[in-house]
């Protein structure tokens, strides 16, 4: 079964740092999404991608984040001056047509 | 903007019993009802989904019944395992939009 892949598994980073995330969707799949989970709560929506642009993003997605689709075939998220409180499980997902996502395994962001 | 709301929070139940997991919804044009389980650490996986135009649908132990009216949706585990232990989260897409808004989860656990 196709899969969404994501690295790295978990990242470590000084408050004040970037950080990129990296996803690889679906191969065929046409809609790209990042997700974020801070511990032990509900799934949160962060942003949309398709066509090579963003299409929609909540209000969590701020200026410090922003998302790219550099290769056509890699999707990243970025965050620009991580804060504490960016700590969390980042899932990016990919969906061809329909409603139906696959999440990706995650990435455990922890700022430090 | 659609909000979701989950209960319980946790249930805990005995092997062989059945487990249910309700949801209410706010945005009555909201048109799709997908359930992700997350087991520990791991992605959130989809494990059925209910359109609006539809008042039930089972998968062998598992079921989901949609009450338009009410606007509450729920998910039926019959004859529970252990290996049904896990966090479950109800969304819901609103009228138009791909992107679902996540109730808070329930955190399942089947004792042996």
């Known amino acids: 079964e196709p899969e969404v892949t994501q690295t790295p598994s978990h990242q470590v980073t000084q408050m004040g740092q970037e950080v990129i995330l990296r996803c690889v969707p679906i191969s065929n799949h046409l809609y790209f999404y990042w997700y974020r989970q801070i511990l032990g709560q509900k799934v949160e929506f962060l942003v949309s991608?398709?066509?090579?642009?963003?299409?929609?993003k909540s209000e969590i997605f701020d200026d410090q984040f922003s998302v790219e689709r550099p290769d056509g075939s890699n999707f990243t998220l970025k965050i620009r001056s991580t804060k504490l409180e960016d700590s969390a499980m980042y899932f990016c997902?990919?969906?061809?047509?329909?409603?139906?996502?696959?999440f990706g395994s995650g990435t455990r962001l922890t700022v430090v | 903007g659609e909000n979701v709301e989950q209960h319980p929070s946790t249930l805990s139940v005995q092997e062989g019993d059945s487990a249910v997991i309700k949801c209410t919804y706010s945005d009555s044009a909201s048109n799709y009802f997908p359930w992700y389980k997350q087991e520990l650490g791991k992605r959130p996986q989809l494990i059925i989904d209910?359109?609006?135009?539809?008042g039930e649908k089972k998968d062998q132990r598992i079921a989901v019944t949609l009450n338009k009216t009410a606007k509450h949706f729920s998910l039926h585990i019959t004859e529970t395992q252990p290996e049904d232990s896990a966090v479950y989260f109800c969304?819901?897409?609103?009228?138009?939009?791909?992107?679902?808004?996540f109730g808070r989860g329930t955190s399942l656990i089947v004792h042996p």
């Open positions: 991608f398709y066509n090579n642009e963003i299409s929609e």
């Open positions: 997902a990919s969906r061809w047509e329909g409603d139906g996502y696959t």
């Open positions: 209910i359109r609006s135009n539809v």
């Open positions: 969304a819901a897409n609103p009228g138009g939009s791909y992107i679902p808004t």
